[in-house]
C-alpha cells in the first residue's frame, strides 16, 4: 500500500510514509523517535533518523523537540494514518476484522470468507466483519490447500498457524467423497479410505441409500437417492464431489445478445468451472441476465423452476430480450400451460407433483435454474431439488430462511457465488437505496386501548393496522409527488382500507391472474402526469403511479419503475422478505427510497430494526425517524 505517488520504498534506507505508519501502528502510538521507528523497521538509528528527516523536509512528516525527551516524530496529516486499511484477526474464532478495506482486500477475502456484517455509513469507510467457515472452505476456488492458505496470508498482518491447520483440514474433507458414473451406467459413492466409508458413511447414510457394497472404499448407490447422499453427508461435515456423467440432452440453439458486467462474466466463469452454485445479489445486479449467459454457455436442455406464473412470463420475456433463443423452443408449464420444449419454464408446485413428476424425470436435462431458490428447503418444493441434471443454477437476493437453512439450499444446489452488495452499489451498477424507520405514533385512543387489553398475535396484528400509518402514507406519496411507489401490506382488510383511502388499485394472492397481470403492466408505464391523486390514470395513458401490493409482490415480481417502497405491515416477516422489499427500489440509476412504518412503542419496533440490520449488513444505509405526535 502506498500513500502517495513514487511513495513506495520498501527499505528503512529510503523511508516511505506507509512504513512510518506502520512502525507507528506497531507502537501503538501516534508518535514515535527515530529509535522506536529503527527498531521497529529492523534498522539503525542514525538511518532512520536520516530517513525520517527526508520526510520532514518532504513536508509528510512534522518533528517536535522535547526538553527532556528525544526528538519525536508524527504525520503531518493525522487523517491519513486514521483513514488506513486495518486488518486484525481472531483466529479462534475464525474471524477477521477489517477496517477501511481496500478492493483488493475485499476481492481476496471473498474468495475463502463469507462477509458477515459491516459498519459506517458511507462507501469507503465502511469496517467488515469476514468469518471463514467451513463450506467457504469446501468451495474456494483454489486447486489446493496450499493455494487458498497463501492468498490468506497476503490479507493477514501475520501467519497464524492454528487458522491455518483447521483450513487444511477442512480442504481434505472436501475431497474424501466422490459420486460418479460406473462404467455399467450406475451411479457410485467412493470414499477415500476405507474407514471414511465405515465410520462416516454407515452412520450417517440410511439403509435405502445405498444399494451395495461394490468394495471396501466404494458402494452403489440408490436410483433417486443421490440427492439425499449429498445432504446426509454435507451434514456430517463432509461435502461429496460429484463427477457422475450426467447427460446434457438435445442441444440448443441459443446466444447472448447482452454484454455481460464484468463482475457477471466471472458468475459465468465460476459456475463453469463447479457446474453447480448460487447467483447471490441484489434485485437490479443482472442475475436473470447471467443466468441466461450461462444457459447459452451450457447449451443443453434447460428446466427453469419459478414460484408463479407471472415470474414464468417474465422469463419468457427476458430470455426473447437478451438472447437469440427463437420463441417456439420455449415452453410454459403451469397451471395455465404445459408445454415441454428445449428450454422449459415452470413452477416449483406442477414441478414436485407425482403425476407430472415423472415427465420431468425422464428428461436429460443440461441444466435446471431454481430462481428465488430459497424455496427449494420448502417441504412442498423439495422434491423439485431431487430432479437430476448435468449443472445446477439458484439465483437469489438473499438465500436466507429463519429456519437458517442456507447450508441445505448449497448442498442441494450449488455453493453461493457472487458479488457484495456494497461492491455493486460502490461500482455503480445498482443504486443503494436509502431505508428510513419511521416510528408512527397512535393517534386513535381507542385503537391504543385495544392494543393494551390484547396479548399475541392480536397485538401484532392491531399495531400492523394502526389507522395513523394511513395518514403517513399519505404524507410520503405528497413528498414524493413525482414518483412511483409500491406500498407492501400483510393483512388483506388492511390492504383494502389503505387502498380505498388512497384511491389505488390493490392486489393480493385472490386477484385474478389477468386483472393483476394488466395492473402491473399499467405500473410498468407509470402515470405520465404528475398531476392528481397518486394512482389515478394521467392524461398521458392508463398508467399507475402507485399499488398496494400484498406478499404477492414480495417477490418474483419486476417492478422496474417503483422509486418508493413502503412497507406498512409484515415487520414479523423474515429478513429475507425485508431484503426482497427493499430490492424493489434497486436499479442502475435514479433515486431508490425505502420507508418502514413501525409503530411506536409495540412489538414492530423490534421487528423493523432486525429487518434492516440484515440490510445494514449489506451495506445499506438506515436512518430512523420519531414521527411527530
Known amino acids: 500500500m502506498t500513500d502517495d505517488a513514487g511513495d513506495d520504498a520498501s527499505g528503512p534506507d529510503d523511508l516511505s510514509l506507509d512504513r512510518f505508519h506502520e512502525a507507528l501502528e506497531a ?6 523517535t527515530a529509535s522506536e521507528v529503527a527498531r521497529r523497521l529492523g534498522t539503525t538509528q542514525s538511518t532512520a533518523r536520516d530517513a525520517l528527516a527526508a520526510l520532514v523536509d518532504r513536508g509528510v512528516v512534522d518533528r517536535l523537540d522535547v526538553e527532556s525527551d528525544p526528538v519525536v516524530f508524527y504525520p503531518t496529516d493525522w487523517g491519513r494514518l486514521a ?30 470468507a463469507h462477509l458477515v456484517d459491516t459498519t459506517g455509513t458511507e462507501p469507503g469507510t465502511r469496517g467488515y466483519l469476514y468469518r471463514i467457515r467451513q463450506e467457504d472452505v469446501w468451495a474456494a476456488p483454489f486447486d489446493d490447500a496450499a493455494d487458498l492458505i497463501a492468498s490468506l ?52 447414510l440410511d439403509d435405502d441409500h445405498l444399494r ?83 444457459i447459452a454457455a451450457v447449451g443443453g436442455e434447460t428446466l427453469i423452476l419459478v414460484p408463479s406464473r407471472e415470474l414464468a412470463g417474465q422469463w419468457r420475456e427476458e430470455l426473447l430480450e437478451h438472447s437469440t433463443i427463437d420463441s417456439a423452443d420455449i415452453g410454459l408449464y403451469h397451471g395455465g400451460q404445459k408445454e415441454i420444449r428445449p428450454i422449459t419454464i415452470a413452477t416449483y408446485q406442477i414441478a414436485g407433483m407425482d403425476r407430472h413428476r415423472s415427465l420431468f424425470d425422464s428428461r436429460k436435462w443440461g441444466l435446471i435454474c431454481f430462481d428465488e431458490c430459497h424455496h427449494v428447503t420448502a417441504p412442498v418444493y423439495s422434491r423439485t431439488a431431487e430432479l437430476q441434471s448435468k449443472h445446477r443454477l439458484g439465483l437469489s437476493a438473499t438465500p436466507v430462511r429463519e429456519t437458517g437453512s442456507e447450508e441445505e439450499i448449497y448442498t442441494l444446489i450449488g455453493q453461493p457465488i457472487g458479488a457484495d452488495w456494497d461492491e455493486l452499489f460502490e461500482a455503480g451498477f445498482v443504486q443503494e437505496p436509502e431505508v428510513e424507520i419511521r416510528y408512527v405514533p397512535w393517534r386513535d385512543e381507542m385503537a391504543q386501548n385495544e392494543y393494551a387489553s390484547a396479548d399475541g398475535r392480536g397485538r401484532r396484528r392491531l399495531a400492523a393496522e ?70 389515478r390514470p394521467g392524461s398521458d395513458g392508463d398508467g399507475l403511479d402507485t399499488l398496494v401490493v400484498s406478499r404477492v409482490g414480495d417477490e418474483g415480481i419486476d417492478l422496474p419503475n417503483a422509486e418508493v417502497a413502503i412497507v406498512a405491515s409484515g415487520l414479523g416477516g423474515s429478513r429475507r422478505q425485508g431484503s426482497q422489499r427493499a430490492g424493489r427500489t434497486m436499479r442502475p440509476a435514479g433515486s431508490a427510497l425505502v420507508y418502514v412504518l413501525a409503530t411506536r412503542g409495540s412489538s414492530e419496533e423490534e421487528f423493523a430494526q432486525r429487518q434492516m440490520r440484515h440490510l445494514a449488513r449489506k451495506g445499506v444505509r438506515v436512518r430512523e425517524t420519531n414521527v411527530a405526535e
Open 27 to 32: 507502537e501503538e502510538r501516534p508518535i514515535a
Open 153 to 204: 496470508r497476503t490479507v493477514l498482518p501475520r501467519r497464524f498457524e492454528h487458522l491455518e491447520e483447521w483450513i487444511r483440514d477442512q480442504w481434505r474433507r472436501a475431497h474424501r467423497f466422490r459420486l460418479y458414473t460406473h462404467d455399467d451406467d450406475y451411479v457410485v459413492l467412493a470414499a477415500a479410505s476405507e474407514s471414511l466409508m465405515g465410520n462416516v458413511a454407515d452412520q450417517h
Open 212 to 294: 451395495a457394497p461394490i468394495s471396501e472404499t466404494e458402494a452403489w448407490v440408490n436410483e433417486g437417492a443421490v440427492a439425499e447422499v449429498k445432504r446426509a453427508l454435507y451434514d456430517a461435515g463432509y461435502p461429496v464431489e460429484d463427477d457422475r456423467d450426467l447427460d446434457v440432452g438435445d442441444p440448443v440453439d441459443i446466444d447472448l445478445t447482452t454484454d455481460l458486467r464484468p463482475y457477471q462474466e466471472t458468475w459465468v466463469e465460476t459456475f463453469l468451472e463447479r457446474r453447480s452454485g448460487v447467483y447471490v445479489g441484489p434485485p437490479g445486479s443482472g442475475k436473470t441476465v447471467a443466468a441466461i449467459a450461462t
Open 466 to 535: 394502526n389507522p395513523a400509518k394511513i395518514e403517513e402514507i399519505r404524507y410520503l406519496l405528497a413528498a414524493h409527488r413525482d414518483k412511483q411507489a409500491l406500498v407492501f401490506i400483510e393483512f388483506l382488510d388492511q390492504g383494502e382500507a389503505i387502498a380505498d383511502a388512497l384511491g389505488v388499485p390493490f392486489i393480493s394472492g385472490e386477484t385474478p391472474h389477468r386483472e393483476r397481470a394488466e395492473l402491473f403492466r399499467r405500473f410498468r408505464e407509470g402515470g405520465g402526469s404528475g398531476d392528481g391523486e397518486k394512482g
Open 83 to 112: 483513514t488506513r486499511e486495518r486488518v486484525v484477526a481472531f483466529p479462534n474464532r475464525r474471524e477477521i476484522v477489517v477496517d477501511r478495506p481496500t478492493q483488493y482486500t475485499r476481492a481476496r477475502l471473498s474468495q475463502f
